[in-house]
């Protein structure tokens, strides 16, 4: 098989179980991961180390990585929110460690009650922690491209925190529309820039489809040169703390469109809608996805 062009990391078990009231058990989140490195994923969100009694479905995080199967070569990442999630983290042995804050100074204060400055002082101090243990940090930025509290989010705001964030030691960054409001000319202008920034730093884009913008996003990133992206089987998911958000693009639609186009994922859609298809009968979940759906889905990988 050729060498992927894009890499695609998958958030369905932690972005988009959190929203799942149904419980799925560790053994079967176990069985779901390795049928995702077998379908080809590199890089796989496993957990969020959260409070569980505000996010039940991410209590057995611990478990989780205490009995993976680790494959080399496979990134397998957690998200945490605070010093607490950090230690837990380091703790588990986990490797690679999603950190991150939001550029809405509002978002920031009604999900972490930090101010956006105070939030950037807590990054720095998680990011150091992290990395004085060898974990390898991508410092995220939710809400880049909007906000549901206050709207437009200057793009000169998350430039001045990819810096920070680059200055902090993160070793890769990432831009998340958390709210799902960006539009691809917006994408085009911020992402241009950031990958300035960023140099040799990896950026990688967290796109939700609310607004159902994400795939028209992703080509104006892909096309101004971003290769690595975050997506969720099925396109599980939403956020909790965001009123209407729902999930990341779909893995399977994601690979699709860049198969159709002769951009190489490494990942085989069938598998991963197979997947998407047992989430849906196990909860009451609402998959957002196109392809899991279809009887034939014409693979063109
Ligand atoms: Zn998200």
Redesign the pocket.
């Known amino acids: 098989m050729t060498m992927p062009e894009v890499v695609l990391e998958e ?1 369905g078990l932690r ?1 988009g179980l959190q929203t799942v009231r149904t419980i799925i058990p560790t053994e079967k989140k176990l069985e779901w991961i390795r049928r995702l490195v077998n379908a080809g994923l590199r890089r796989i969100q496993v957990a969020s180390f959260v409070h569980p009694r505000l996010v039940p479905q991410m209590a057995d995080a611990e478990a989780l990585f205490e009995c993976l199967d680790k494959q080399p070569g496979v990134v397998y990442s957690a998200l945490v929110l605070n010093q607490k999630g950090v230690e837990r983290a380091i703790n588990a042995g986990v490797q690679h460690l999603a950190i991150s804050l939001s550029a809405s100074d509002t978002h920031s204060q009604r999900n972490t009650r930090m101010t956006l400055e105070e939030a950037k002082a807590d990054f720095r101090h998680n990011v150091r922690l992290a990395r004085a243990q060898g974990i390898r940090v991508r410092g995220g930025i ?1 809400c880049a491209f909007g906000c549901r509290y206050e709207g437009a989010i200057p793009a000169e705001r998350v430039w001045d925190l990819i810096k920070h964030h680059l200055d902090a030691g993160a070793d890769e960054i990432a831009l ?1 529309d ?1 709210t799902g409001m960006a539009h691809p000319v917006q994408v085009r202008h911020i992402v241009e820039r950031a990958l300035e920034l960023c140099g040799s730093v990896p950026l990688a884009l ?1 796109l ?1 489809n609310t607004e159902n913008k994400g795939l028209a996003n992703l080509f104006a990133a892909y096309e101004a040169g971003v290769r690595q992206f ?1 997506t ?1 089987f099925g396109g599980l ?3 909790p703390f965001i009123p209407g ?1 729902t ?2 693009i779909a893995t399977e639609d994601t690979v699709h469109f860049f198969h159709q186009m002769g951009v190489e994922t490494g990942i085989d859609l069938e598998k991963v809608a197979a997947i998407s298809h047992e989430v849906a009968s196990l909860t009451d979940a609402v998959l957002s996805g196109a392809l899991y759906k279809l009887p034939s889905r014409l693979s063109v990988s």
Do not use: E, I, P, V
Request: hydrophobic share 20%; with cysteine.
């Open positions: 958030q972005d939710q998340a958390s967290h939700h975050d969720a998911g939403g956020c958000a999930g990341n």
